[in-house]
């Protein structure tokens, strides 16, 4: 389930001076005390993920921008619009918003998704050592191998399963970009590797849609809850689905 909060800024500045670990605090403030408050302080896989901030541009007085909120659990997403609509003004970082409009729908994984966020994963994580196609490794057998087992184990951990893929993860991809992310947290500044995609398609066996969907809300890769891996329907398969 996806929820979409619509608002405007009561100031003008610059896009990058909110960033992923704002919005993420921002979240975790609107559940303390509720059954969810636990989930700051969890180790292991947090199942929830978000968009950018769209449009991309500098925020200026009065104008509108979107944010979108995702996850596999209703009761997670319906707890945040519950929260969200008893609240006309909310703080990323040190500036306020005004919201406008909340919108809850359900999300239904398509043949064809693109990434929203880059999407992160890691290649050692005892080094902390992020994947990377820079420097002419173009392992993408190993890199969807990794993601493969990643998106098993977030959905086994979820739904207490042991569900398994009979197949490979994605049947035909399109490789966008990589890029580099600096996240401030605590006044310490880091680099994060990430990737971006044109398409990533499979056609989707009725058996397995519940874990594409699961998917879908949930994010790609590592590092979901700070809006890393979101995910969205491709509107080229759409369009050529018609």
């Known amino acids: ?55 991309v541009s500098n925020f200026k007085y009065d104008e509108h921008k979107k944010l979108i909120i995702s996850s596999p659990s209703s009761a997670f997403i319906k707890l945040l619009y519950y ?42 994580k005892d080094e902390n050592r992020y994947f990377s196609f820079n420097g002419g490794n173009l392992d993408f057998d190993f890199f969807f191998k990794r993601l493969k087992d990643n998106a098993e184990k977030k959905y086994n951990a979820y739904t207490g399963e042991n569900y398994i893929l009979e197949s490979d993860l994605f049947d035909n991809f399109e490789f966008n970009r990589e890029v580099s992310i600096e996240l401030t947290i605590r006044n310490n500044t880091f680099l ?19 874990f594409y969907n699961f998917l879908f809300d949930v994010g790609l890769g590592e590092k979901n809850s700070m809006g890393f891996g979101f995910l969205n329907n491709n509107r080229r398969w759409k369009k050529n689905a018609k």
């Open 192 to 210: 994060t590797i990430g990737n971006l995609w044109k398409e990533l398609s499979k056609d989707i066996r009725r058996d397995d849609k519940h």
């Open 1 to 55: 389930m996806r929820l979409i909060i619509e608002f405007k800024s009561l100031t003008d500045f610059n896009y990058y001076d909110v960033n992923k670990y704002n919005v993420q605090g921002f979240i975790y403030s609107l559940l303390k005390n509720t059954e969810f408050k636990d989930y700051h302080d969890m180790h292991g896989f947090k199942f929830f993920n978000f968009s950018n901030i769209f449009p």
């Open 83 to 124: 929260k969200l609509s008893n609240m006309d003004v909310f703080r990323l970082n040190k500036y306020y918003f005004e919201i406008v409009q909340l919108k809850l729908f359900k999300s239904t994984c398509s043949n064809s998704l693109i990434s929203g966020t880059p999407l992160i994963l890691f290649e050692d």
